[in-house]
């Protein structure tokens, strides 16, 4: 397999970014050595064009130029015109502060004279981007692949939008509230382009604050039951989920749109961003809206914050520094009172003590007498039950009450085992589990903490209720062994 991101030459400074980023395959003289460290490696020198060429340079993304590896960036440029060349000139020091100075004035004047690109750069000219070792050299590579890759995505997304009149926005079934203001946003984004779109789910809003966030942003939600006739639209979108699963309206549409946070299998779609260190899919398309200049009004703010807000636990699971420069947009345009009524509302509804609050209660009650522990593992069969919903906040609630590494919480929806998992020990990875325990069997997934899965109980055994205890348990002791 072509690498995509290459690094040429190591040294310190690219055994720091190796450490930041681990998509690199370093070309080196001491490849045998970062091999031993566990490092993507080849050994060889990184200014040969021959070897340059064995690795593939010419189909290379983002190519890193580093110590031994100086010399080859014109090289590269003959061989790749389209890699996002960044040099690290690591041996351009300039030790006196004085002569420090007075080169960056010197540097200023030269940048207000030439506009064209690569100029000053002298023998890096062809590069992208050179960083002077006077900089904090890993942190400004980073910022400048993320820039790049910014600017990629937006690029791909705008060709994709290019002549589309209609799109289908597909959130997955029971949408909650990142997916909720995550579809708002990218219809939104649409919306600047100059293509409509609707947006659809299977399943229903549950909880109650779900409900009151739609009713309070006047958001159009199409429910369907059947399959989504996707004839009059253009493009196909999901957001939030992965292709087929958790979507029971368009099992047999393959999207030209995927954007996600969740563990999902390989799909080659024509844009697909699923980034699995984010907290939330909203994080995500923060970075689409101001990338794609669209105002954040205070309603879109409170709806993307509280997206955040459920998808961490409270800002406590899986926060990333993307999630923490998202909350940094929000913060200021957010609408406090409109957050506070959304989640008075699902305070007002319980107490009035809704079919779904009432089955919540009922469900809560039943898992906390079956519940039965193995191995530091909870489970609890709570029978048959009204809404999914109950039996995910059954889960929250009996993993805050009891010490143990995993809860499993599953009950019978119509005709499917509905199975709600979590976790306070990241190393488990929920989602991975429980798509390895039921593979073949139904739809399963989720993040390291949390995840769920709908099993048809056509394709589980009479036992059923040992049958999940026994998958899961068998996972979990393979992935201890």
Known sequence: MIPSYIMLGCGEIGCLLLKRDSRFTVVSVEGDVLQEKGYNAVMGNPTETKVLQEMGIEKAEVVVIVEEGLEAVNTVRKLNEKAFIIVCDTHSQVKE??????????????????????????????????????????????????????????????????????????????????????????????EKMGVASDLFYGGQIGYSENKALTELLNVELISLQGELDSSGYDLIAFVDHSPWDYTSIARDVHPDIVIDHHVQPEYEGEFVDVREDVGATS????????????????????????????????????????????????????????????????????????????????????????????????????????????????????????????????????????????????????????????HGLGKAGGHPLIGGATIPLKNLPEDFKEAVVKRIVTVLDHSCS
């Open 283 to 438: 994080t995500i398309l923060i970075e689409y809206l101001q990338l794609f200049e669209v105002v954040i009004d205070s309603k879109l703010a409170t709806a993307l914050f509280y997206g955040l807000l459920v998808d961490t636990h409270d800002f406590r699971r899986g926060i990333s520094p993307q999630d923490i420069k998202a909350l940094d947009i929000l913060k200021d345009k957010m609408d406090v009172e409109l957050l506070s009524q959304v989640e008075r509302a699902g305070i007002s509804r319980r107490l009035s003590r809704s079919h779904e609050e009432t089955d919540f209660f009922n469900v809560l009650g039943e898992a906390v007498k079956k519940m039965e522990i193995r191995e530091n593992v909870l489970f609890s069969f709570v029978g048959k039950v009204a809404f999914r919903d109950a039996v995910s906040q059954s889960a929250d609630f009996l993993l805050k009450m009891e010490p143990v590494d995993l809860v499993v919480v599953y009950g019978v929806i119509n005709d499917s085992v509905y199975i709600s998992v979590r976790s306070w020990d990241e190393t488990l990875h929920v989602g991975k589990l429980l798509r390895e325990a039921f």
């Open 97 to 190: 502060e004085g002569k420090r100075k007075e080169k960056r004035k010197e540097k200023g004047k030269r940048k207000e004279k030439r506009k064209e690109k690569g100029k000053g750069r002298g023998r890096y000219a062809v590069a992208d981007a050179v960083i002077p070792s006077n900089t904090a050299v890993v942190e400004e590579c980073l910022s400048q692949i993320q820039k790049y890759e910014e600017l990629k995505r937006k690029q791909n997304l705008e060709e994709l939008f290019h002549q589309k009149k209609k799109m289908a926005i597909i959130l997955h079934d029971n949408p909650d509230p990142d997916c909720i203001s995550s579809a708002l946003s990218l219809q939104l984004i649409a």
